[in-house]
């Protein structure tokens, strides 16, 4: 369950953040880390347009400030870090501090709830979505008139990466076409399946 | 001759053959032209045939197209003899034969028929593409779903058609509605939701994503509703007038929510299946996964732990405040109730009021007129003779002053009368002729409008008779030649009827000659009989007999040699004949010609092998 963040690496990467955040306005530095956490809770992350505007870094300064801050923030659920233990890692400014404990505080419900799923669902894939359409299938090659109802079950699974999330796309499509037996049966193994646990 | 040579030619300028003007006759084709003309004929009746229409400098080449060409006419039908040969060195008569043949091959009216399907509009082009487009995806064979990426069909020839409803997958992500809190204070969430918190449109990484995220969320909050919150809160909530007030109970009854749908996300798997079953499952076992939930969280993290304590806190901290407020609120409700009844009462009362006020205004008005008469009278009465004198005088003056003023009305009315009677005269006469000019306007427009729809019409036929005389142009040619080939038929049955009066001739010639030979056999043998009679007795007459049998076998000779003249003649004419024909096949030319490719043949051959032996060194 808890991740082993000590070591050279995570060091620097720290250290490069403070030096990243030490120049942001605060009520920016509250807007970027708000956006670093949608991303960890897997929703959009902070665009890179207007962060590069703000904050005057550049591509690969927007890349580094956002995947060590995701780290840390990670790191910072994790750990239950308080304040001094924070202000030990990163060196900032009061009010910046204040605006990022402050982030930190609304969200930490969310972040922990998010991150929870992830390690929960970490060795396999998980179904994350699906849906259906209804078919009429006419005739096949062999049956003029064959007349029979399909379904088209198209499931999303996503194999949660590990945090922060990567490029590749981490979803896969399964694709099945059921007849109205398949899907009786799957339905009811699904509902076993729920009872047991 | 000429007249199948003109035809040919002309067909042959028509699939677009290159024809000098001066060429009129076969003769004149060259074997470029001879090569050029029979690969357009084969590629006019089987499309995609292949075959080159010029030659190439290489004799193996040229001798390859000839070959080509002759294999699609025998391929095609043509019964005679056929080779190479008959385009590479080619003689009149058989270049004649497979030309026809050809030419009678092609496919008829096809280039006025392309003319005709030519889609002329937008709209017939756009519904020859749909048209296209159906047919192709109809003749097309049925391929798994999996083989449309994004619902595109590539075809084999690199087009592609869409088959397939929307296909963009049903992808969900998290959307944060704002409408829970978590462990920290109102304040705090408040500020983040007003001022960080995107909203759900902006939330989603992908414009795709929004619907299926949407849908996601709406489920989830079905599949798990607040069955703890309980019903008097949920009367209170909706009565709430105080945002606050609002605010607080919502994140009051979210909390409770928010454990639930946390669990319900965070250990099972979301499925919108047996809707039903599963609320009641949720109904009845709920309190037990909450239970359950929160040992787990603090089995596995003490983060958790504290965060729970953290909102049990808060949970007492609001309930009290809550409770304050709520009594202030009511107070307040019920000043306000109060003030409101008041305010009504009052407003009703108001327009009464206003008519009163109104009423008297005008009582009061009528009043002050009627007092200021009766001042005016009392005044008077004092002295009533001298006053009654002022008054007629004053009476007397004001009529006066009325008639002249009527008179000096009536001088200046005249003439003003006078002016407007005019000026009305005036005004009707342009009336009317500017009523003149609009009908003259009204009709020069419809006169317009007439032409124009005449022009058009006339501008139609004149398309219309157009395209007939260009389909006609192409016809006349052919009446021409039927008229050619009915003068030539008529000429045939003239030179028929002649042929037929000089055999008869002939045979009346027959006639006489035989009758001739006869009477010259009879009259011989009596002169013969009677001389020879004679001749016993008589040798003058002996002599006679003798000159007669020598003149007559002399004669007997000449007629012989007469008739095998006549024989010699006939034969010289047939072999001037065969002369002719066998010089038209033009043997010694192309024999020359053959010579000529042979050795050039020979010679590339040398050269190849030339080549070859250099490469193999």
């Known amino acids: ?197 | 001759m000429d007249e199948v040579d003109r035809i040919i030619i002309r067909s042959l300028r028509e699939i677009g053959c290159d024809i000098e003007e001066g060429v009129e006759c076969l003769k004149q084709f060259s074997t470029e032209l001879v090569v050029e003309a029979a690969a357009r004929c084969i590629e006019a009746i089987q499309p995609g045939s292949g075959i080159p229409t010029s030659l190439p400098p290489s004799m193996s080449m040229r001798f390859r197209i000839g070959a080509a060409i002759a294999q699609a006419c025998t391929d095609m039908g043509y019964g005679g003899e056929v080779g190479y040969q008959t385009f590479l060195y080619s003689n009149e008569a058989d270049l004649r034969r497979v030309l026809m043949f050809l030419i009678e091959r092609l496919p008829k009216d096809g280039q006025t028929d392309k003319v005709v399907q030519e889609p002329t509009s937008r709209s017939a082009k756009i519904r020859k593409d749909i048209s296209l487009t159906i047919t192709k995806q109809l003749s097309a064979p049925w391929v798994p779903k999996f083989c449309r990426v994004d619902g595109i069909r590539w075809h084999e020839d690199g087009s592609f058609t869409k088959e397939g409803g929307s296909c963009s997958p049903f992808v969900s992500e998290p959307l944060q509605t704002g409408s829970t809190s978590h462990g920290c204070t109102p304040q705090e969430w408040r500020e983040y939701c007003v001022k960080y918190l995107p909203f759900v449109s902006e939330q989603v990484s992908a414009a795709n994503r929004l619907i299926p995220s949407l849908i996601t969320l709406n489920s989830r909050g079905i599949l798990a509703p607040s069955q703890q919150h309980p019903p008097p809160k949920a009367e209170e909530l909706r009565k709430a007038r105080s945002a606050l007030l609002k605010a607080e109970s919502h994140k009051l009854a979210s909390q409770s929510f928010e454990a639930q749908s946390s669990y319900e996300s965070s250990v099972k798997l979301s499925s919108r299946f047996a809707l039903n079953e599963r609320l009641q499952f949720i109904q009845e076992k709920s309190p037990e996964k909450k239970k359950m939930v929160i040992q787990e969280n603090t089995q596995t993290e003490s983060a958790s732990e504290t965060a729970e304590e953290r909102q049990k806190r808060h949970e007492e901290e609001e309930e009290l405040a809550v409770e304050k407020m709520k009594c202030e609120n009511d107070e307040l409700k019920d000043r306000i109730e109060q003030l409101q009844l008041d305010m009504k009462t009052l407003s009703a009362k108001l327009p009464q009021v206003l008519e009163e006020s109104d009423i008297a205004e005008r009582t009061l008005m009528d009043a002050e007129a009627k007092q200021a008469v009766r001042r005016k009278v009392l005044d008077l009465l004092p002295d009533p003779e001298a006053n009654i004198a002022k008054l007629q005088a004053m009476i007397e003056a004001s009529t006066q002053k009325l008639v002249k003023l009527a008179t000096q009305w009536e001088e200046h009315r005249a003439p003003l009368l006078q002016q407007y009677r005019l000026a009305r005269q005036l005004n009707s006469s342009k009336a009317s002729e500017s009523a003149r000019t609009a009908e003259a306007l009204r009709v020069t427009r419809e006169k317009v409008s007439e032409l124009t729809e005449e022009v058009r019409n006339k501008e139609q036929l004149h398309t219309l008779l157009q395209a007939e005389y260009a389909k006609v142009s192409k016809d006349n040619s052919r009446s021409a030649y039927t008229r050619r080939i009915m003068e030539i038929i008529g000429n045939i049955t003239k030179q028929k009827d002649e042929i037929d009066k000089i055999l008869k001739d002939t045979k009346e010639l027959h006639k006489e000659i035989n009758s001739l030979a006869g009477r010259l056999d009879r009259s011989f043998t009596v002169a013969d009989e009677v001389i020879f009679r004679d001749a016993k007795r008589d040798d003058v007459s002996r002599r006679a007999y003798k000159l007669l049998a020598t003149l007559h076998s002399e004669c007997s000779e000449l007629v012989k040699m007469v008739e095998e003249t006549g024989a010699n003649v006939r034969e010289s004419r047939d072999l001037e004949d065969q002369i002719e024909t066998e010089s038209a096949k033009k043997v010694s030319d192309n024999l020359e010609r053959i010579s000529a490719d042979l050795r050039q043949m020979k010679q590339e051959t040398a050269s190849l092998a030339a080549q070859l032996k250099t490469k193999a060194q």
């Open chain 1, 1 to 197: 369950m808890t991740r082993t963040t000590s070591g050279f690496k995570s060091n620097t990467s720290k250290e490069n953040l403070s030096h990243l955040l030490s120049t942001v306005n605060a009520e920016v530095l509250k807007e970027f880390v708000h956006r670093c956490i949608d991303k960890i809770c897997g929703r959009k992350g902070p665009s890179e347009e207007k962060f590069c505007a703000s904050c005057g870094w550049n591509h690969s300064q927007f890349l580094e400030a956002n995947s060590a801050l995701e780290e840390f923030l990670v790191e910072c659920v994790e750990q239950d870090y308080n304040r001094k233990k924070i202000e030990e890692f990163v060196s900032l400014e009061d009010n910046q501090l204040q605006a990022f404990l402050n982030c930190l505080v609304v969200r930490k419900d969310e972040l922990q709830i998010s991150l929870l799923r992830q390690y929960q669902n970490r060795p396999s894939q998980v179904l994350s979505d699906f849906d259906w359409k209804l078919k009429w299938v006419m005739g096949s090659s062999s049956l003029a008139s064959y007349q029979e109802t399909l379904l088209e079950l198209d499931m999303t699974a996503v194999q949660h990466p590990k945090v922060p999330i990567t490029s590749k796309s981490p979803y896969e499509r399964i694709s099945v076409e059921l007849t109205r037996d398949d899907l009786s049966t799957l339905i009811n193994t699904l509902e076993k399946a729920q009872e047991c646990m």
